[in-house]
């Protein structure tokens, strides 16, 4: 599996992740992390950028709501077959990570490791979530906050596909800048690896 992990929306490397996507370009968008919202213009408006952001890119993408598949969740792993990549929204990473259980998108995910061609892109909270663990993300999101349908269990556990947690806004124009820093004193201070990504910043390599 190819990673394309950025601070915040594209970022500066945006073509770069419309070369990696193969095939018939196809691309998952999902944007659970943003189930906790109730303001839909904005929601609405999110999307709309989103989805013509990565069509200039020559990608096809469609939505997959992961909330449509918590009591099937084989479904989704047939749905989620017809995708050459996945592009995961920012927002909540301890929503979305619960989305990503209670769907079982996670167990398909660490499934796709192997496969050289699958895309999974995403910022924020889309890239956090693939670290090994949450803990030093919970000074930025809040870690309890959940939406209808959604277990009130925190999942601490990252995905571990990558073997690093993820700082993104770092020392940037972003609200969640000021927290990110105390986020990478945590891990500092716990001694976790990590990186720290500017906004406009991109990781990509291969998952673990």
């Not at 943003?34 to 096809?60: V, Y």
Request: glycine share 10%.
């Amino acid at each position: 599996m190819k990673l394309y992990l950025s601070s915040f929306g594209l970022g500066d490397n945006a073509s770069e992740l419309g070369g990696l996507v193969t095939g018939e370009k196809r691309i998952g968008v999902i944007r659970n992390s943003l189930d906790f919202s109730d303001d839909q213009a904005r929601l609405d408006a999110g999307r709309d950028r989103e989805f013509r952001e990565l069509s200039e890119l020559g990608l096809i993408p469609e939505e997959i709501d992961l909330r449509a598949y918590f009591r099937s969740q084989d479904d989704l792993r047939g749905v989620v077959g017809q995708f050459d990549a996945l592009w995961v929204v920012g927002g909540n990473t301890f929503l979305l990570r619960r989305a990503m259980k209670h769907s079982g998108l996670d167990a398909i995910l660490l499934d796709k490791t192997k496969d050289e061609r699958f895309v999974y892109a995403g910022y924020s909270a889309g890239s956090c979530v693939l670290a090994p663990t949450l803990r030093g993300i919970h000074l930025v999101d809040d870690s309890e906050e959940i939406a209808e349908g959604y277990s009130k269990e925190i999942v601490w556990d990252g995905l571990g596909l990558v073997p690093f947690c993820i700082a993104p806004h770092y020392k940037s124009d972003h609200p969640e800048s000021e927290m990110i820093e105390k986020a990478v004193e945590y891990f500092i201070e716990n001694k976790m690896p990590f990186i720290a990504l500017h906004d406009g910043e991109v990781y990509t390599g291969d998952a673990e």
